[in-house]
């Protein structure tokens, strides 16, 4: 397990819950949810290989369908194991709780313990950096971005114990920080107005978007869906 994993869990109060494989009770709703997805909304649209269906024109309108799919079935539908639809149980839930910009960059930052040499200089991947005179022989943390070795945080204790000053620095970044994928060529045009497309959806979705307070007051009534499919 990556020490950096555990720290960005433990400092927004985030369980960390690993599965046996072969053994998802409890802890499958991702793949139970795309298992739903597959038998009662993508098994409705046609595909190449002959399958009946809806023929559909463009993402814009599989978007579009998909949208209408989950907010008039999906989040209606009575759950058997909560007895609530998905939509009823977030509209009586608690607010929940989104944690500030300074505590997520907090959370993401990687940390070290180092002991404060007789010059009041620690050392990290073979850079040195000088701390506070009075911390000299204490084991202190070393609070940093990966990607930026050049500030550093110093923690005593605990309590915020100022800055750690370059002093001789060699190496930028942390030896396990690299981009998430690696550079790739600039793929050729698809010869179709793509932007155009994402602007349009986008736009389509701002018209369409959804009054979910109002979705909480009585409605009239509507054909039911629901008993299409069972779950």
């Keep these: 397990m990556d020490s950096w994993l555990l720290r960005a869990c433990a400092k927004p109060g985030v369980k960390l819950v690993h599965s046996t494989p072969g053994r998802p009770q409890g802890r499958g ?19 190449g290989d002959g399958q009946a ?17 989950t907010e008039n079935v999906y989040h209606r539908r009575v759950h058997s194991e909560t007895g609530a639809a998905p939509l009823a149980r977030w509209m009586n839930g608690h607010p929940l709780q989104v944690p500030n910009p ?11 313990r ?11 991947h073979g850079n040195r950096y000088r701390v506070a005179p009075l911390l000299v022989g204490q084991r202190v943390e070393l609070v940093f971005d990966p ?14 114990a100022g800055t750690a000053l370059p002093f001789q620095v060699s190496r930028h970044s942390h030896p396990k920080a690299r981009p998430e994928t690696p550079a790739e060529e600039p793929r050729p045009t698809t010869g179709i107005d793509y932007l155009g497309l994402i602007d349009t959806a986008h736009k389509n979705e701002l018209a369409d978007k959804v009054n979910y307070a109002a979705l909480g007051e009585p409605m009239p009534p509507t054909v039911d869906l629901t008993d299409l499919t069972g779950e």
């Design 147 to 160: 990607f930026d070795l050049s500030f550093l945080r110093v923690r005593a204790n605990g309590q915020d």
């Design 53 to 69: 269906g809806r023929q559909l024109d463009s993402l814009l309108e599989m978007n579009r369908l998909f949208t209408a799919w």
């Design 102 to 112: 300074a505590d997520l960059a907090e959370a993401f930052r990687w940390s070290k």
């Design 114 to 124: 180092r002991t404060v040499s007789k010059t009041a200089l620690v050392s990290l």
């Design 29 to 47: 709703k991702i793949e139970r949810f795309f298992r739903t997805v597959n038998s009662e909304f993508v098994v409705e649209i046609a595909s």
